[in-house]
């Protein structure tokens, strides 16, 4: 297994907001987190990439174990978030730089895949803009980037689709599945149940902080079928 995450449970502000929640998922494999609003989606994905602590549970990745180093296991994933973190005194480009620096990069690698990437999702001409200058969906677009530069083990991305036009989340989907075909993890959470069909091997349910149902895609529709009848 890649990413194992094992007996977690979080509280914020004394409330406890996800129980005991284990998962794993491998090589190549796209995890989607479902549940309705305020399941604990966002909290539980947070947590694995060590922004929330935990009160008790174990994640770790390759076996890197998010408590017993931290630096390292950072290494291990890239993060899109569900609102774009951007720093306002960065350019687009000089955000690519920092993701370059921070994963290592190689020059020419880099240098072919903004390319592409900023090709792909139009947003060439905002190569010297500010975030304060970009729309919510180009802001979104730039976060997007940073996350797909670097190869590594897991991918996580809160509401990936949210904010992008139709083009750029059709070529994010496609990106998705070659990504998941070169062998990476992608761990998303989802609101559209057709994204979790097309694009999911392995779904979790969570409701009220607790892993509801878990298993195969087919699984999930099966139950999603149930409900309709
Ligand atoms: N910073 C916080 N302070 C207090 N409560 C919080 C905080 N963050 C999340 N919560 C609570 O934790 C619960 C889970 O929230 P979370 O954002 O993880 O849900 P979600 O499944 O991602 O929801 P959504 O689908 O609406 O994005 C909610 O009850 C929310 O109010």
Redesign the pocket.
Known sequence: MVLRVEGCSVE??G?Q?LHDVSLEAGRGEILA?V????????????TMIGMRDKQSGSIAIHQENIDDHLKGYKRMFSYIP?EPLLFSELTTLQHFDLYKQSYSIDRETFASRIERYMDAFEITDKKDEYPEALSKGMRQKVQTICALLPVVPVLFI??PFMGLDVYAGKFLEEELNRKKEEGMTIVL?T?QLEKVKTLADTYVM?KN?SVSSYGPVEFFEMLERRKDQ
């Open positions: 914020i502000g409330a907001i987190l549940g309705h609003n305020g399941a604990g989606k966002s909290t539980l994905m947070k569900e809160d509401e959470t609101h969570l902080g």
